[in-house]
């Protein structure tokens, strides 16, 4: 199959981040934007870009046909759906391989059989891979009440559709069993079309570790290490590493066996990632399969040096992978930590809005992947991450004394954003020892107590601008410039765009 | 230019002057000659007894409209304070701490997907008053303190911008 | 030796890259700054600055006393010199170590034996090292034309002090000795205060490949491979790779042991560079050593995986090396581009002033380490270097073709630079074989001939600032703005600066 | 608002319409709808024909001062040209094409070394006039023409600005 011209079915970072690989290997770009996104940063580094509707992604990103007619306009002879969006529907990926264009990602029948996670769950028990104990199908209100007594409180609600920690709901006591399983039906009803919930036993301090897999379309399938996501925010993962700290040679190889037992079961093609929970004793339980790239793929990228994007191109070419298990480097340690526009004190409200200054951290064994730049409007109907901060070094606590570093140089303003709470992390002592659970952030510990030494700085530049304002409107003739708070001026040269 | 600086719950007079060019930070009645220099807009490079710190300053929104509110990032992390005229701080009655009642606005934009209480109701400090969805996650919206729901600007479906008035409470003894 | 508190005697992005490992490392870092560098990023990023004087760097940088002072004010023991400046300055090395502040760098010695061309060249063929035929002292003008006649034109003027290309002149014919030899003195005495200049044979298009090595304290010394660095403009490196394509592995250990005996010989310490020629045969002649860290180590880091300014703090510390020479790594390709204020078209020139826009790539195995900062001052005095650009890749085409994507990204407004002319040699056929040699520039190729495809929607953009001028013009009352060139009130935010 | 593209040698009939909101590029009479966003201060988000397309434009000093000169970085490089009002190109001459004397300006502030011409010499195409330093750097300044040394504005150890006066050139027939 071809893949000369991809159009990129997504947006923010993700896009970008596949722009830069097609430039890098000649093959030329087509972006989509929904009409909130005329301005965002994928439009402005795509080689073509169309517009496919309204904000709502339901009305843009998610419009199968929308995307053929830009495929037939634009010529593109492949779609990378990125994540999220379109990544994982069978549908759309067979309505693109109908209309004669490469879907970079799996078999549909793939996505099929991992797209529910009961189903999924099917599979892994019939390829001889771990699951947590829990009840596969959903249910009613009243019979998951049941099973959850059966199973045993403390329990975790699940859609079956679901994924990103969207109409997820840990369940401690049977009285808050009713309103925590109606607003995992809302979330999965709003998120994936689909209100359908089940229930698993909930494994106490559970650490989130995931195996990164790859195969082709000649049933070569390898594992490229494994990824420890256990530090997460309402189920959402906020701090990726490779490899884990919790990981031993046996326990990684082992694991990685397990994971190509699942990818050979459903005859995967493309990346792929089996997500395992394990508790302290590194027991480890099948979680979900994501058929697509992960979010978290680059710290894979640091330990191996390879281009996860670049493989799936050669993969959709119908190529042979390039490297067999035993070539696949592990060297030094990665971190990656997901800059949100959000306020972490506010139990991570997202906060949308115009990004008013922008200042990404520099030097070595530093990457950043952004989707946005100064100026840049954050709206507020997708996504709030806005990019990924990684590094890499020799040892586990380099790579975060590196990152500690380097949020220190970032500078985002304009909107909230967790810059700051990512810093408390990596001086966080059991962060650095390396003692990790899904629950570590359930109590915000990172909320800034008292006055540092730079407050008296902060505070001077405040006096400053202060000062400055009362001195230019001494200067002005009384009734020029008003209407906009003077705070704003400032960054006037925002006014035009 | 005396200002009185609110930081959490810690209060301090402080005060910039500018004589000759030269620029000293008056801090609870000790002087420091200060070099500012605003090298990027909103971002300033700031040396000060020997040390050198940059500071990007962030204007935000401040329930007190005499006051200014500042979130302030450096390499150590972010501060958030308002700064006030000490004169109309004082006639305002002192403060920036948030009293009971008031009117509750929306942190951003966003739908009300649910609406869990009614105007005259009594509620509790912590209690759920709605629920908003915004970049696809639900997030409660929660009372500050206790009191009396004086009036409701939204029903179920409302669509908000920021700092829209959502809730207006009234302190419990006023209700 | 203690190193807590680090004064780094230098500006420019090499005092930002040392201020960044003294930050992964807890060492508190001191700026010195001269009067036109109030602003400068080095300053913005040290947790201290203090001024040393006025722009001319004979009055500031380079004035030993003045840095004392701030040793003794700020409590810094150790000096890190950058490159450049004081980094070969063994007079200076000296004062620092008898006023108890550990010096980063060789011991005065070795600076001595290595800071005379002529002197090091003596100690490399004492120590066995090949050399380059040529008259090793400095003498008079009419003996300097006897010698190069005798040794046979094309011949190189050096100047013994110099370095950087500076006091470099090649001479293909005996009529064009005296003026070159006039601009060598000349440039030499400006540049290093002495206008001693030696002569040599000059090799048929040589390629300029050196060996990165370094040495502790307790005589233990390792090469960390080599870099190419024949892409030359006016005899200054411009690109530099890691490793060298013209290098074999029986070569790269030739080379290497050759480097370790001349490091020995000096009882070397710290990070150093033994540059060679080497002709098209693979027989390589010692040029001179650097008793420093060089521009380029960003090549060797990215393939070594090592941070070299972390290994001179430890030897400065009385560490011994981390590594033996076996466990050196060695992986991929890495490249990078010299981002200069200068105009390619015309022969180079320095192009200070402000920068009005600034937009450094992303994304993986890119590194920028840069030293400006949008709306900062290119300030005349300096060398105009404002960043360096490496990329590294599983192969030498896949680290260019990188590096072609993020030049492409590369965005700086305000001055003139040499982004532009770095894409075309990326793209150059010659290069991207890996047919090196340092006169490879010496024909202008890469000056833009016709229209590309883009030209189109750049007269675009240029029409609409001039529309949106003249509809602002009409708006406006007669008389207001003027003074002013209307496409620079654009920019308006930097007037305040 | 027509104008005349000069790009090297090339020249160009252009036009940028606003109608109702949208932009057309006439370019040498073809008609093309463009969509154009400055998406940060002098960079240009552009769509046109299906491709998109990032510019940086950057005023740049010409020497004709009835034309707009411009530097502009793309993904591809660098384009120099400039727009002159037809009306007015056509008074001056037409083109922006560099005759033979003039004023030569110095292109970066530094200092004279040497100068090596004298006042009413004549001097051949690439001949060296002086000898500039900046940035640590010797930089020969050649004649851009032949020609007759008119006047000189500096000597030796003066130091120039940027696009100060350092050498006016009389054509050979001038002379």
């Known amino acids: ?497 | 230019m005396k200002r009185t600086l609110t930081f959490g719950k810690e209060q301090h007079e402080v005060e910039l002057l500018r004589q000759d060019g030269a620029l000293t930070l008056v801090w609870e009645g000790e002087a420091h000659p200060i070099d500012i220099r605003e090298v990027e807009p909103g971002c300033y490079s700031i040396l000060m007894d020997g040390r050198s710190v940059e500071v990007l300053l962030d204007p935000a929104k401040s329930p007190d409209p005499d006051a200014h509110a500042f979130r302030v990032m450096v390499y150590d992390g972010v501060y958030e304070f308002a700064l006030a005229d000490p004169r109309r701080a004082l006639l305002a009655g002192g403060g920036a701490g948030a009293g009971a009642g008031g009117t509750l606005t929306s942190p951003m934009p966003g739908k009300v997907v649910k609406l869990l209480v009614a105007a005259g109701e009594a509620v509790q400090e912590g209690q759920t008053l709605l629920i908003l969805e915004a970049m696809k996650m639900q997030n409660e919206y929660k009372s500050p303190s206790a009191g009396t729901v004086a009036k409701l600007y939204v029903q179920e479906g409302s669509t908000v911008e920021t700092a829209s008035p959502m809730v207006e409470l009234a302190a419990p003894d006023a209700g």
Chains 1, 3 share one sequence.
């Not at chain 1, 990656?336 to 906060?351: G, T």
């Not at chain 1, 629950?439 to 700085?457: A, I, R, Y």
């Open chain 1, 1 to 497: 199959m071809p893949v000369t011209k991809v159009l990129i079915a997504n947006r923010g970072e993700i896009a970008c981040r596949v722009i830069r690989t097609c430039r890098e290997m000649g093959i030329r770009t087509v972006a989509v934007y929904s009409e909130a996104d005329r301005a965002a940063l994928h439009v402005r580094m795509a080689d073509e870009a169309y517009c496919i509707g309204p904000a709502p992604a339901r009305e843009s990103y998610l419009v199968v046909e929308k995307l053929l007619d830009v495929c037939r306009r634009s010529g593109a002879d492949a779609v990378h759906p990125g994540y999220g969006f379109l990544s994982e529907n069978a549908e759309a990926a067979r309505a693109f391989e109908a209309a004669g264009v490469t879907f970079i990602g799996p078999r549909p029948e793939s996505i099929v059989s991992m797209g529910s996670k009961t189903a999924a769950r099917e599979v892994a028990i019939a390829a001889g891979c771990p699951v947590v104990p829990g009840v596969q199908e959903t249910m009613s209100d009243e019979d998951l009440l049941v099973a959850s007594t059966k199973i045993g409180f403390p329990v975790m609600l699940k859609a079956a559709m679901g994924g990103g920690g969207k109409g997820m709901r840990l369940v401690h006591k049977p009285e808050d069993f009713a309103s925590s399983l109606a607003r995992a039906r809302g979330e999965a009803l709003s998120s994936f079309g689909d209100d359908s919930v089940y229930v698993e036993k909930a494994i106490v301090q559970p650490r989130h570790i995931e195996i990164q897999i790859f195969s082709d379309a000649h049933g070569n399938h390898v594992y490229l290490h494994e990824r420890e996501c256990s530090v997460q925010r309402r189920h959402q993962k906020v701090i990726e590493e490779a490899p884990s700290p919790h990981v031993t040679p046996e326990m990684r190889k082992a694991m990685g066996e397990a994971a190509l037992k699942v990818a050979r079961a459903v005859n995967y093609r493309g990346a792929g990632t089996i997500e395992f929970l394990a508790d302290a004793d590194r027991n480890f339980y099948f979680l979900e399969m994501n058929t697509r790239l992960q979010v978290e793929h680059p710290v894979t990228e640091w330990i191996t040096g390879l281009d996860l994007v670049k493989w799936q191109i050669l993969v959709a070419r119908g190529e042979k992978l390039p490297l067999t298990q035993e070539q696949i480097p592990l060297h030094g340690w990665a971190m990656e930590c997901r800059v949100y526009a959000e306020d972490p004190d506010k139990n991570f409200m997202p906060s949308p809005g115009r990004i008013t200054f922008l200042k990404a951290p520099g030097g070595r064994n530093v990457r950043d992947d952004s989707g946005v730049y100064e100026g840049a409007e954050v709206p507020m109907f997708y996504d709030p991450m806005i990019s990924k901060l990684s590094t890499w070094g020799p040892t586990r606590i380099e790579a975060i004394d590196r990152m500690r570093a380097a949020l220190g140089e970032y500078r985002i303003g304009g909107i909230r954003h967790n810059i700051a709470f990512h810093e408390v992390l990596m001086e966080h002592e059991p962060f650095r020892k390396g003692d990790l659970h899904t629950g570590m952030l359930d109590k915000p510990f990172w909320k800034k107590k008292g006055p540092g030494p730079d407050l008296q700085f902060a505070v001077a530049a405040a006096l400053l601008h202060d000062l400055e304002s009362e001195e230019r409107r001494a200067a002005q003739p009384a009734g020029s410039g008003e209407g906009k708070p003077d705070a704003w001026k400032h960054w006037g040269r925002f006014n035009r765009l």
